[in-house]
RNA sequence: GCGGACGUGGUGAAGUGGUUAACACAACGGGUUGUGGUCCCGUCAUUCGAGGGUUCGAUCCCCUUCGUCCGCCCCA
């Protein structure tokens, strides 16, 4: 009991992996078809490269991993989410110079936040996310968010929502951000302390505030909207009916401002409405940056992207009642009747494994009877059986589990035969209570 | 970082200031010595998250600590 994984954080178990595996595949055959590709970027980078210059989210401001090893001045962070580690990768390698632009990248991996564990909140947490850098069209923020779209929907997810809204191009947002704060100017005194520092730092966030939120002040806060310019407006209107057109559903919310600082135009949430979600209710999320790219050193080049967080999206299929990968199963199963013939049982189960049979025996010199109960606790769909008589005989006795179909046959003919056994249509008649068949619950 | 609830075997759980900590499931063994799932019998917590204190005596009361859950905050 004296050791356990750190606070906020879990281990993954192997009777819970294939959750694991059902989804990776299913992102990899999207982000195959998208024709988007991985890319794989250090868990740790420089601590700068999340910590820039005015960002005032409290992701990085107070919930980073950040460290200096002794004998050394570098100072590097866990990565709290992987934009930032994208951008600069995209950059330091020069891909703006790719003959392909945009360039579409999707990364599976863990994330490091130090924040308070809760129901879909964690320390170290997964995310499934894509990029596209390198050029600007309203049609990519539709094609980005189709895609996470449609895998939500692939996987059964339906009480899901799409929730989208603009912060415009620099100009609107200057402009927008000017207004709040005329607005807020004579009531900040009487506002709680994030909004007192959101005032300072980025007087959008104050929209988010829960605390305020039913104030008159809040209420008749300028909306975002009446401060776009054309260009930015024209640009939100092509979003929409991009989305439109690919009957996917969503619901403006001019409130949606995102926590962290760095995005412009689109910004979008897809929230699961499940109750048994808890208060940590957004899927996947995302939105266009205008600046990272040359903030890294790069030219003037705009991207979009989004995070899907795994765990949370685990959550969200098991409070619709859906099953993510295949229980396990056995295909053959060695029961040894003799612990003198165990080196003959592991030479079967070893050329069952070279023939492509996922095979299993016993080490424990366990029962015949609790052999058994592994057979039909692993599902396992036919059995060896291997005992004296069969050693000295060189033969084996083969008992398909569906049926009990058993035969008798030399080792040599082993595979072969069951080959023929797994091959051979074994649905057959088995009615209720009329048969011996082990009918699972 | 703030507020609240909780922590008993592999699992789900009952329980009480007093000698041996229910019950169920799972697991293992046996009845049935080479043919499973049903049934019956047996075994399985010197210990109640950890550390300290009060007491003749603590799983139960108090403090500390670790962790989980819920909400705030934040975000995927």
Redesign the pocket.
């Known amino acids: ?2 050791y ?7 281990d993954i178990l192997p009777d819970q992996i294939h959750k694991w595996h059902a989804l990776e595949d299913l992102i990899r055959q999207f982000c195959y078809v998208y024709d988007y590709k991985e890319i794989r970027t250090p868990i740790f980078e420089h601590t700068n490269v999340f910590k820039r210059g005015n960002d005032a ?3 990085v401001n ?2 980073m991993y950040t460290f200096t090893l002794e004998n050394s001045s570098t100072s590097l962070t866990l990565r709290p ?1 992987m ?1 930032a580690g994208v951008v600069r990768s995209y950059v330091e390698h020069k891909l703006y110079g790719e003959a392909d632009q945009p360039l579409k990248m999707y990364y599976v991996g863990p ?1 490091c ?11 170290i ?3 499934f ?1 894509v990029e596209v850098i390198g050029a600007k069209h309203p049609l990519l923020d539709v094609e980005t968010i189709a895609l996470g779209w449609s895998f939500v929907s692939a996987l059964g997810l339906k009480d899901m929502k799409v929730l989208i809204n603009t912060l415009g191009d620099d100009a609107s947002r200057d402009a927008y951000r000017a207004a709040l704060k005329q607005h807020f100017a004579k009531d900040i005194d009487h506002m ?1 302390a ?1 909004c007192k520092r ?1 005032y300072e730092q980025n007087p959008l ?1 104050i929209l ?4 305020d ?1 039913e104030s008159a002040i809040m209420k008749t806060a300028p909306k975002m909207k009446d401060y776009l310019n054309e260009e930015s407006k024209a640009y939100f209107e092509q979003v929409l009916a991009g989305l439109d057109a690919l009957g996917i559903p969503y619901e403006i919310d001019d409130q949606l401002v ?4 760095y995005y412009t135009h689109t910004v979008f ?2 929230v699961s409405l499940n109750k048994e ?10 939105g266009r940056y205008d600046g990272m790219v040359k903030y890294f050193g790069g030219p003037q080049m705009s991207g979009i992207g ?8 685990i959550l969200a299929c098991e409070a619709e009642g859906i099953a993510l990968g295949e229980t396990e199963s056995l295909d053959i199963y060695v029961l040894c ?2 612990p003198s013939v165990s080196v003959q049982a592991l030479q079967i189960v070893s050329a069952c494994r070279a023939a492509g049979y996922k095979s299993d025996m016993d080490y ?14 692993k599902g ?1 769909k036919a ?1 060896i ?8 005989a060189n033969m084996v ?1 083969i ?1 398909r ?1 569906a049926d ?1 179909k ?1 035969v ?1 046959v030399k080792q040599e003919e082993m595979i072969s035969c069951l080959d023929g056994l797994f091959q051979e249509e074994t649905t057959y008649d088995c009615k209720e209570g009329n048969c ?5 619950e």
């Open positions: 009991m004296s356990q994984v750190p606070r906020g954080t879990q989210s409290d992701m107070k919930e989410e934009t994330m936040r130090h924040e308070r564990p809760q129901k879909g909140r964690s320390r947490f997964h995310q996310g709680c994030d959101r966030r988010d505030c829960k605390v939120k995102r926590g962290l600082d949430e897809v979600m808890g208060a940590q209710s957004t899927v996947f999320a995302g989004w995070a899907l967080g795994m765990e949370r999206l009747l003799s424990q010199e366990r029962s015949f009877k609790a052999q058994f109960k592994t057979v039909d606790r396992v059995v059986l291997l005992g004296e008589d069969e050693v000295k006795t008992k589990i009990q058993q008798q011996t068949c082990h009918h699972e």
